[in-house]
């Protein structure tokens, strides 16, 4: 025990990042791209999150949602709801944060070359799984199908209308959106996003989903992946805790004896089902 | 760290007087910050830095604060900053201090191996580890009181790991144990005290059996209590105080905020202890709790010490310290839910044996 102290690199100090870039997406959710000093990558994988600091407001676990094929910047998308998000929405360009990380697992992109993937997102779910979607775009060869899925609440609220216009009129993307409450102009698929399920034709032993969203929509799209037959080990989902580490000390993200920190936040389903508090 | 130092009947040994012993705290404190059992209040304890001899106390039943408060403190700055312009970001030096532990109870030893494996597990964590690295450790035996279960638990009273003396009370004064190389060149040094060759005879105190089940299948009974209804019967009498995780020798979960000087130029990152009984522990944005009930996160509060890390560390994670039980305003006995969780898991098997036959 001498010496080792010493040597053991500190956990809880950022670095200083920059916001270079900073679009309102809707009402109530912006992204900012963030550089690293010295254009640093951050080298991450898809799926993984930093901690933000915005000093004297504290820390926020925010997931990285562009994909580490387009570093050395990165991207996050953040929803206004409390203290340290609400100023974070104040800052412009060149304003500074610290960053933490990347933190978590991420996906195991390795496990799913040349499969189907099937992506299935609620609300703010689509920021982390952005990441992957890129990623699966950018390297398209390695990937079979990509289905995309997508649950927004209502059509002011959809994400990335941008990004999405790209991938609805690429030919090697299937993509699917629905809205619960549509308004006026809205003349898609009206609905929760596990409407969207049932129609799908899937190779099921090739088809790997990715599941995010709010807290209540993993239980009833784990329904329907079920009621289409869909293997378990096929099913990955990403889990949001409280968190105020990000290195498994803390102990706020736990979920039973996992720290979604460090085991996930992405899990497979079949450690989900092991994980009694999970869903 | 976790070798198993040999029994003390086969350690040189020798004997301080009244006297002598105050002699050798002393010592001590010219060699290192003695940090030893004192006074607090009429009726407590409490680990604190030795000024004066005289003001130890090494015959006392428990402190409210476990060691754990030397190596992670209740409160702590993690950083600074400054947030004129562009931030400024510094982290506060971690002083790295010789200190001796002085009477020491075997658990609360144990406890502090325990921490060990938290803080070194996936990220060691340097804060820790800082404080934690120049300590030299003096246990002392204990008479258990009715709160103490260590004994049911695997930890012996006079079990000396981790330690470099041991003391043993004894008529008008101790016997001191030479345990590892520091003790013995601290009593070198001291050359004081009287040596004894002759056999020696200390008694150990009876068993305590207040466990119905032997240590080592409380893992397995953990397995089969998940649904319990022993959960929500000790959840109607808990306050939801979060007393019994401040005051446990193993928990280690904490909070962190920033604070702004009134002149809103600079500011800091604290740390403080958190606890896992606390409502809003697991509470997320948007108002989603993940463990939103007592029985739910007293549930979680004994898995933590008997099953989700002793299934990665392969130790109980509690040390029998009957602190939590000790200072619950609710009066709350662990050992009393074990026991109820033990007796729910006998229940299970026999009735799964009457469905069987
Ligand atoms: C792995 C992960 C990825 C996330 N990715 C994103 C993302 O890409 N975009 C996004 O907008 N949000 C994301 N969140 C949620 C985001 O962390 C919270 O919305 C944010 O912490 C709220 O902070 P606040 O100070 O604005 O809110 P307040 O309600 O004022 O929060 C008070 C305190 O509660 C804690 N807290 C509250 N909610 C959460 C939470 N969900 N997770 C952790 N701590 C919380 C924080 O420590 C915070 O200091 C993610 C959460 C996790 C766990
Ligand atoms: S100290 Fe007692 S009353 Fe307080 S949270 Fe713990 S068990 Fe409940
Ligand atoms: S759970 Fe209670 S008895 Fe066990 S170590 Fe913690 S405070 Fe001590
Ligand atoms: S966020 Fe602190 S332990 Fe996971």
């Known amino acids: 025990m001498e010496n080792v102290a010493r040597e053991i690199k500190d956990l809880y100090t950022p670095v200083i990042a920059t916001i270079s870039l900073v ?79 990347p933190f978590g697992n991420g996906f195991d992109v390795q496990r799913f070359k040349g499969k189907d993937m099937l992506f299935i997102a609620g609300g703010i779910g689509l920021a982390p799984l952005k990441s992957l979607i890129e990623y699966t775009l950018d390297k398209r060869h390695d990937f079979n199908r990509l289905i995309i899925l997508y649950g927004a609440k209502n059509p002011s609220e959809i994400l990335y209308p941008q990004e999405i216009n790209e991938w609805t009129y690429r030919d090697d993307v299937e993509m699917h959106i629905t809205v619960d409450r549509p308004d006026a102009q809205w003349k898609g698929n009206v609905g929760v996003i596990t409407t969207l399920i049932p129609p799908l034709e899937l190779d099921l032993e090739n088809t790997i989903a990715t599941v995010v969203g709010p807290p209540v929509m993993y239980k009833f799209v784990l329904m329907a992946l079920k009621a289409k037959r869909l293997p378990d080990v096929n099913i990955y989902m990403s889990l949001e805790r409280r968190m105020k580490c990000g290195v498994g000390k803390c102990g706020h993200c736990q979920i039973n004896d996992s720290y979604v920190c460090q085991e996930g936040p992405v899990y497979p389903y079949t450690r989900i089902k092991e994980l009694k508090e999970a869903i | ?86 931030p400024k970001v510094k982290k506060p030096e971690i002083k790295i201090e010789e200190r001796i532990f002085l009477g020491i109870h075997s658990y609360d030893m144990k406890a502090i191996r325990l921490l060990d494996f938290s803080f070194d597990r996936d990220k060691p964590e340097a804060n820790y580890f800082l404080r934690r690295q120049k300590s030299v450790f003096i246990g002392i035996a204990y008479e258990p009181d009715e709160y103490h279960f260590a004994q049911d638990l695997g930890i012996d009273v006079y079990d000396t790991t981790g330690f470099s003396l041991f003391m043993v ?165 662990l050992v009393e839910i074990i026991n109820e969780l033990i007796e729910d898991y006998n229940r299970q098997q026999q009735h799964a044996a009457v469905t069987v036959s």
């Open chain 1, 23 to 101: 679009e309102q997406l809707t009402l109530s959710e912006k992204r900012f791209w963030i550089k690293l000093p010295r254009n640093q990558k951050l080298n991450h994988h898809p799926g993984q999150f930093v901690e933000v600091s915005i000093f004297g407001f504290g820390e926020a676990p925010i997931s990285i949602s562009s994909s580490p094929t387009r570093a050395p910047g990165f991207e996050l998308t953040v929803r206004r709801t409390g203290r340290l998000t609400e100023k974070m929405h104040q800052l412009g360009v060149g304003s500074q944060i610290g960053i933490r990380g």
């Open chain 2, 1 to 86: 760290m976790n070798r198993q130092a040999k029994d003390i009947s086969e350690m040189k040994c020798c004997f301080f007087d009244q006297n002598t012993t105050k002699q050798f705290i002393e010592f001590l404190m010219s060699k290192a910050k003695v940090i030893a059992p004192h006074r607090k209040g009429e009726k407590s304890f409490s680990f604190q830095e030795t000024h004066n001899p005289e003001e130890v106390v090494l015959n006392y039943n428990r402190t409210i604060q476990p060691i754990k408060k030397f190596f992670m403190p209740p409160r702590e700055t993690l950083l600074e900053f400054e947030l004129n312009g562009k």
């Open chain 2, 169 to 333: 009370p004894a008529e008008k004064g101790f016997l001191i144990f030479e345990v590892d190389e520091t003790g013995h060149r601290y009593l070198q040094e001291f050359g004081k005290g009287l040596p004894l060759d002759a056999e020696l005879q200390y008694e150990r105190p009876e068993p305590t059996k207040k466990l119905k089940m032997h240590y080592n299948r409380l893992p397995q009974i953990f397995s089969h209590v998940y649904d319990s209804p022993v959960w929500k019967k000790v959840a109607e009498r808990c306050l939801g105080c979060g007393t019994c995780n401040l005051v446990c020798s193993t928990c280690y979960c904490f909070d962190v905020f920033d604070e702004v000087n009134l002149n809103i130029k600079e500011g800091t990152r604290e740390r403080t202890w958190d606890s896992c009984m606390l409502n809003p522990f697991a509470q997320v944005a948007g108002g989603e709790n993940f463990r939103p009930t007592l029985d739910s996160r007293t549930r979680h509060r004994l898995y933590r010490k008997f099953k989700y890390l002793t299934d990665y560390s392969g130790e109980l994670h509690c040390i029998g310290c009957g602190r939590c039980s000790y200072f619950c305003p609710a009066k709350i006995s």
